[in-house]
């Protein structure tokens, strides 16, 4: 059975303002890939982009901008566009349906709170050592680790 677990961080003042900016250029990228495939098929000529396409891309808006997408995991940035995929995918099968379909839409940076780190080391890295009560977090955002704690078992 896999468990998910969520934590509480406890992060110093200029940790939050690290992470804060990390929660704004992945929703940044959300909200492009959002546009890009929004525009896409309002064009005359209907393209379909797919999340192989946009993470194609992903390379090039890297080198592009080093200053904010350069310095975030790769895979954290590939799992936001499959985030933005699984709420497309999620559309279609409604229409498909013909329940109330609900198109994706853009977040504000009050609204996208998560980033998602498909594996330990690639952009976080868990601290954790028995019997210590203190468990650290250090993500590509932070230099520092972050104190957490767990806040209960889902």
């Known amino acids: 059975m896999i468990r998910a ?48 396409g946009q993470s194609a891309q992903l390379k090039d808006i890297r ?8 310095r975030w995991s790769f895979s954290s940035q590939q799992a936001t566009l499959r985030r933005l995929n699984r709420a497309f995918a999620a559309f279609f099968h409604r229409v498909k349906n013909g329940t109330k379909p609900g198109y994706p839409r853009f977040k504000g940076t009050g609204h ?15 601290n954790s050592t028995p019997h210590e009560p203190q468990t ?18 889902e």
């Open 5 to 52: 677990y969520k934590f509480l961080l406890r992060p110093t003042a200029r940790q939050a303002q690290a992470l804060r900016e990390m929660l704004a250029d992945h929703c940044a990228l959300h909200n492009g890939a959002l546009q890009e495939r929004r525009d896409a098929y309002r064009h005359s000529s209907k393209t379909s982009i797919t999340y192989g």
């Open 63 to 70: 080198a592009f901008d080093p200053e904010r997408h350069g």
């Open 112 to 126: 996208f709170d998560t980033v998602i780190f498909p594996r330990d080391g690639d952009g976080c890295r868990w």
């Open 136 to 153: 650290r977090v250090r993500t590509s955002a932070t230099s520092a680790f972050i104190s957490i704690a767990q806040s209960r078992a």
